[in-house]
């Protein structure tokens, strides 16, 4: 099971402090919100806790790993077996297809390597879910904003993280839409999935369990 | 890519011009494993008539001919078969040459009152002799002496095939034509039967019936000498022909022996002819590369590479602003940084190895593969593949300190 704690972590850019003094514990099957003005740091504070960017100082453990004390490049490995990732904006390599773009987060994880056949059935699943199924064999640049988002986040889920980071995962989403990723995250933290998000949304922190503000000087709790 | 693939091209051509003593090229082969070419002259029609306008013509060919006979890179061989008229002959029509090919006879004719047959008969050098190990049954083989031409005499020297020794004996004195000029023929031997001998025409020539005659060659300026009368011309003309139009044997490749002719070529200031055997498609693309000038290969060699540098540079940047939603997808599914410029250098691999594959190919066509020069484009191709990773790794590095990915997924 998953535990997340960060103390008294900073972030500095280019000499300017984005954020200090940030205390957060997660646990295991939680939905964390971190609320915030925009440009405040809500984006750099989940990179941190994805492994992408390191913090200035304090300390974060995930799992009982000491993130801090690793390099880069052994948090992408961390990241590529435990953790999820659905950006603002769902980045995807148009060249390949729905399908495969889904795929790509089992390349770096040792116990998904091997594309069987419960793996590709729960594609499908998930992609009926979030009804994108019919498009799993076009070319991902054919598909809209929307629906990319979608296949953005059956991408994060498909390796089973323990932890998923969600930056505005709703933001580009219908409400219905929306309710649907909602209830699916409920679904995921039964399981003992930890989600932390950024969001603007209200509904969205409404059905989250825990929910912060973060701001230059911490994250409070709301 | 095209650059990729110019760049590796002039590899190429640099490898020939340094390798090209070790290329391969199909060859016939024959005389104990010798390479054998035949210089053939390009003087047809009008272009004879204007070389041959003034004496220089003479004295050039005359020139080229020296230096083709001496040349220790080869060994030059002329077995040039040449009709000629012996007077008052009796020996019969089988001794004439266009009766052994099915055709009537050439009827005889008068000259000074003598009667003159057409009989079989070809001029070879000394090279004949040594090489196709003839046996003379009586009498001795021409000395160097007697392949000079003498203007001071109209005696020349004739070696007769067997089935002449029933009519004349050694020493005996025969009147011929050869080429409209009087000849007294001095017999100096007689062949034994059936000696066979290889002509540029024929694998296999017996001897039996032919009047051998030496491969003149002219020491001094022939211009001194040469007739004023174009019909008494003729005979220069066609002794000179006689040795150009030479097999030349050796253990040179066609390359090498395009090298050997194009030097004599341009010191005899004579160009006027093939090399059959050196000639095809495959020989002459390697000859036109090895004639480019090493200094502009390697300039060019230089030019190229930068540019090709700046180009994959600026590729390159372009390739990863293009391609940053790639990096990112890959990013975040938990690829490292190390992973992500590994990705970007196994493509410009790929472009460096499709530009060292393509060049190859053309020449494979056109050759039939030699294996050392293979092994040396490759190396040489692989030194420079070294160099261009090792600067696209350097690259690579520097443009992400510039292109923070993970920036990107903060839009």
New interface residues.
Partial sequence: MSKIILKSISKSFKGTVIFNNVNLTGETGKIIAIKGKSGVGK??LL?II?G??TSSSGSYRFDDIDMEKKS??E???V???SIG?I???S????KLTTFE?IC??L???KKNRNLEESKITKIVELSKLFQVHHLLDKKIKKLSGGEIQRVGII??IISEPKLIVA?EPTGSLDDETASTILNFFRELKSNGTTIILATHSQMVAAQSDIVYNLTKEGLYLE | MLIAIMFFFLILILVVNLDQANIETQTVSNFEGKNIYQVSDDLIDNKETRFFSSSDGYDTLSNFNNKLSTSSKFISYTAHWQPINLANFKGGNSFDPDYQYGSPPKPTFKLNDKVYSSVLSLQINDSVFNLNHIQILEGRKFSKKEYIYNNNTNKIPVILGNDYSSMYKLGDNINILVYGKEFQGHIIGFFEPSQKIMTSNEPEVILDKYIILPALTFKTALSNYLPKDPNAQVFFRATLFATTNSLLLTDSSPLEIRKDMDRISKSAEFEDFQIIGASGLAINTLVSMTKANLKLIYLAIAILFLIAMCTFVYTLYLKVKKNIDTYTVLLISGANMNYIKKYIRAEFLLISIIGIIVPLIPFALILSGSLSFLINYLFISFIFLIIILILIKIVVNKIFDKVDIVQYLKR
């Fill in positions: 984006s750099t990179n994805a992408l960017e880069l490049n948090l992408a490995k990241r590529g077996e990732y950006s603002q904006f980045p995807m390599i148009p773009n790509i987060p390349i770096f994880n991408r994060s930056d």
